[in-house]
């Protein structure tokens, strides 16, 4: 049981809220309603595993790096809460669950499991070579609404499917944009390790500037969609609500000051995933 607690801490399962909400948003907008019981449990199964996968090999692949970072030193598998040996076979349990999940799904999604492996062991990587690499962390979330579109349509790549491709840009500016703050508080370290991100190599008021423009383009993709699908009028308070909530994260976070970081990287992004979940739900429900 404390193995499995130091697991999930490692892991921070309880961040799952950030893609997942967004999820099943390319869920129900690809079904224009609700797709069965069925479907929506093994999409649950799959971004859950896609999730661990993804934080577990994250974890790994960077634990010589993070136990020399004075952030991260005290994570589990740097402690010695939890090995190696352990972390290694819940990512490896987990690439399975998520290969079955897709089978379940359609043979579209169960083709497609390899390339959503490619992205979730080759993520961690891309930090050693290009400052890119939170628009890739961006886009290996993306493919969780666009996962779960193809889950219920079997396809990606006809006209009808373009909305799907809207919501991986609106996810991968997100995620990319809220990971430049993040990626702040390690400027001197990553100089120092010759690790690659924005903040180290163009400095903290450029990634911060940045991701207020990334931000701006999630807001203006999301009209976008809501667009296309004619939702009516709680979605569009919902997305005015969301637009108040990234006013918000960038208020707390200055080059001069990054002593609110957490709360704008988990708190107020998982608002803001919720946010725009339940404003789609209510208006392909109620209104």
Known sequence: MIKVRAFFEMIKFEHTVFALPFA???MLLAARGWPGWATFGWITVAMA???TAGMSLNRLIDQPIDARNPRTAKRPIQT??????TTAMGAVISIIILGLAAWQLNRVAFYLWPGALVFL??????????????????????????????????????????PAWLLLAALTLWIGG???????????????????SIPARF????????????HLLTVALLAWIGLWFGLSW??????????????????????????KVTLAFFNVNGYISLTIFFATLVALFVA
Do not use: N
């Open 234 to 259: 709680p979605y569009w308070i919902g997305l005015a609500a969301v637009a108040a909530l990234f006013v918000w994260e960038h208020s707390l976070v200055k080059p001069d000051d990054l002593s």
């Open 80 to 85: 010695g809460k939890i090995s190696a040996r």
């Open 24 to 26: 099943y948003l390319g």
């Open 121 to 162: 062991v080759g993520y961690p990587y891309t930090k050693r070579f290009t400052w890119l690499s939170h628009f890739i962390l961006g886009f290996t979330d993306g493919l969780a609404p666009m996962g779960a579109w193809v889950a219920v349509t079997g396809t990606f790549w006809l006209a009808s499917d373009w």
């Open 203 to 214: 400095g903290i008021a450029f990634a911060l500037r940045l991701a207020q423009v990334c």
């Open 49 to 51: 595993a896609a999730r």
């Open 178 to 196: 809220f990971d430049l703050i993040y990626a702040c508080q390690d400027v001197d370290f990553d100089r120092q390790e010759k690790l690659h």
